[in-house]
């Protein structure tokens, strides 16, 4: 018998073989389920404990013994309907908790936490920008853009655009040379570059390839190392995040 539904209700395998054999057997005592289910004594018992509490199982004495009786089948859909009901319980009770551990979280955020991606790695940032985004009240974020970073920042998560417009997530990206579509819930403008190549020493007419990707609470830089390798860092910080993101404004209203 398949007890794969049993187990949905927290049996284990051998609550589940206790319960079946005390329902063909009818009235048993503890021996007599060890002896079908091949188990134990004591495993036997502790089995018919767990069906006790679970109000499946119950017992009377005859002569000096005990003799287990499964309740009908029926007690099964009382067990769920008490499942349910506590989980709302602790669904209740967990999001009073989880706003409690969040502002623990944050009452640690005057030290930045700078966690590092690798080259195979970076879909996880795309991951967490929309997580952290959808769960904001804004539910945008924004990005400074560049040619030649693209193509490894998407390249293990092509459906991003796709997702982030399916969850109703919008983007303002300024874009530092060429490059760069529309997909939907976007806004897009164009940085102009300096006319002249080089200003104390930086290449600004054409900068090293670099996403800088500024969502709540958190700031992610992508670029390539010496070897051209893509490398990403994401600073978990509300106060660095919020500062990007007023100058980020400031710039976007002057383009």
């Known amino acids: ?80 309907r008490e499942q ?18 969040d502002a623990l979280h944050h009452s640690g955020e005057a030290r930045p936490v700078a966690r590092y991606y690798g080259p195979d ?15 904001n009240e804004e539910k945008t974020y924004r990005v400074y853009s560049t040619e030649g ?16 417009v399916a969850r109703g997530i919008e983007v303002k990206a300024i874009a530092i040379g060429k490059g760069g579509e529309l997909r939907g819930l976007d806004e897009r403008k164009w940085l102009p570059l300096l006319d002249h190549s080089r200003t104390s020493g930086v290449d600004l007419y054409n900068p090293s390839p670099t996403y800088i990707m500024i969502y709540p609470g958190k700031t992610a830089y992508i670029s390539l190392d010496q070897t051209g390798t893509p490398m990403g860092v994401v600073i978990e910080n509300t106060g660095i995040s919020m500062m990007q993101q007023l100058v980020f404004d400031a710039l976007w209203h002057t383009l």
């Open 1 to 80: 018998m398949n007890i794969s539904i049993l187990k949905k209700l927290g049996f284990s395998d051998k609550y589940a073989k206790v319960y079946l054999a005390l329902l063909r057997l009818g009235p048993s005592s503890v021996r007599s389920l060890a002896e079908e289910t091949s188990l134990n004594r004591g495993t036997a018992y502790d089995s018919l404990k767990w069906l006790q509490e679970k109000g499946l199982v119950t017992f009377y004495k005859q002569d000096t013994k005990q003799h287990f009786v499964a309740e009908p089948p029926v007690k099964l859909n009382t067990l769920l």
């Open 84 to 101: 349910q009901e506590e989980l709302s319980r602790t669904d209740q009770e967990l999001s009073q908790f989880v706003a409690e551990l």
């Open 121 to 135: 790695e970076l879909h996880h940032i795309l991951e967490d920008i929309l997580a952290v985004t959808e769960a």
């Open 149 to 164: 970073i693209r193509e490894h920042l998407y390249k293990d998560f092509q459906t991003f655009s796709d997702v982030r």
